[in-house]
């Protein structure tokens, strides 16, 4: 079947724009996580959904930084006046339930010029 | 704080080869733990994991992992290793946070396979 997708798999934009990450999780999964992997950082917790309760954003670094989830299924990154330190790259993550494992996207290469 | 440790950076075995890759965890209560292994340009694929019970637990790829809470550590291993193994090894515990696992993953262990 299916896995987790996400779009697009690179994105070059000039500092101080701001990008839409998205991603597509496996059809029935109810949780919904993002991560960040990033050379000086390695891989980082940002935010997590399941169904309609309200989102865990613990790991979001900054206020630039929010997510959405439509519908209970694609979920939006956006990241407001990138800056060259948001280079990393954004992986996403859905699993059947709150304690099962979770499976990942390929991820998004995101390059600050 | 929760935290993962894997000492070794870079591992160079030779095809043919057993393999072991280190994880140590912090963690105050019975953890969660997994392996992913990531290919370049890739996502994360799970190895294994380890929930309860037995501590011994196996994994695709011919992969098993060893759970020794005596010792917070949950090591990798495999007899023979084949050079598609080549790769960047992620162990990770789940922590139990408001119900959920926020997964804290290893800096990584990358693995080269010579012929």
């Known amino acids: 079947g299916a896995g987790v997708s996400q779009s697009p798999s690179n994105k070059v934009t000039e500092k101080g724009k701001d990008v839409e990450l998205r991603c597509d999780p496996i059809?029935?999964?109810?949780?919904l996580y993002w991560y960040r992997q990033s050379l000086g950082q390695g891989l980082e917790f940002l935010i997590y959904?399941?169904?309609?309760?309200?989102?865990?954003k613990s790991g979001l670094p900054s206020d630039r930084f929010s997510a959405e989830r439509t519908g209970g299924s694609v979920s939006t990154l956006t990241i407001q006046r990138t800056q060259q330190e948001d280079s990393a790259v954004y992986l996403c993550?859905?699993?059947?339930?709150?304690?099962?494992?979770?499976?990942f996207g390929d991820g998004t290469r995101l390059s600050i010029l | 704080a929760q935290s993962v440790t894997q000492p070794d950076i870079h591992i160079t075995v030779s095809e043919g080869a057993s393999l072991e890759l280190r994880c140590n965890y912090s963690?105050?209560?019975?953890?969660?733990l997994f392996w992913y292994v990531q290919s370049p340009g890739q996502g994360l694929q799970l190895l294994l994991k380890?929930?309860?019970?037995?501590?011994l637990v196996q994994g695709i790829k011919g992969f098993e992992a060893e759970f020794k809470r005596s010792q917070s550590s949950f090591n990798l291993r495999k007899p023979s290793v084949h050079w598609s193994d080549a790769a960047e090894y992620f162990c990770?515990?789940?922590?139990?946070?408001?119900?959920?696992?926020?997964?804290?993953f290893g800096a990584g262990t990358r693995l080269a396979v010579h012929p």
């Open positions: 380890y929930f309860s019970g037995d501590t």
């Open positions: 990770a515990v789940g922590a139990r946070s408001g119900g959920y696992n926020k997964l804290i």
């Open positions: 963690y105050g209560a019975t953890p969660y």
């Open positions: 993550a859905s699993s059947l339930g709150d304690v099962q494992p979770q499976h």
């Open positions: 959904f399941q169904g309609n309760s309200a989102p865990d």
């Open positions: 059809s029935g999964h109810t949780a």
